[in-house]
């Protein structure tokens, strides 16, 4: 079974993520049986559901620590926010590019502000398929 999350806009934010290209339709999670992926604009994180080690809802959040793609100075991990509202962290046994092109930056993990963060938590926390 395949489940697609959208993006929650905060609409202060909206003019800016889309100078740099990340628009409701160009930024949503999709999870399956098999994979999990993040798209954010021209940004994208691609991993197995094997590789999800741990998933938790967090916020409300400070706007400059979370709107736009961001690299975690405390812990290497990658932000794709778009609300201050609330997101969901996803921790990774092993970490996965995102933020750079070329992939030798790899992150333990990503945030992600979507629009039903609960939804993706429990998605997230239910059995993989082997």
Not at 60 to 69: C, K, M, S, V
Not at 93 to 114: D, M, N, S, Y
């Amino acid at each position: 079974m395949t489940h697609r999350f959208a993006f929650r806009f905060d609409p202060v934010f909206r003019p800016g993520l889309a100078l740099v290209g990340v628009r409701p339709a160009t930024a949503w999670v999709r999870v399956d049986d098999a994979e999990l992926i993040v798209r954010f604009g021209p940004w994208r994180l691609r991993t197995g559901r094997g590789n999800v080690t741990g998933v938790e809802v967090a916020g409300p959040y400070r706007w400059w620590r979370a709107i736009g793609p961001r690299l975690s100075l405390a812990d290497a991990g990658a932000t794709f926010g778009s609300s201050t509202r609330a997101g969901v962290c996803v921790r990774f046994a092993e970490p996965v590019p995102a933020l750079l092109p070329g992939g030798w930056l790899r992150h333990p993990a990503v945030t992600v502000t979507v629009a039903d963060p609960d939804g993706l938590a429990r998605v997230l926390s239910g059995p993989v398929a082997r």
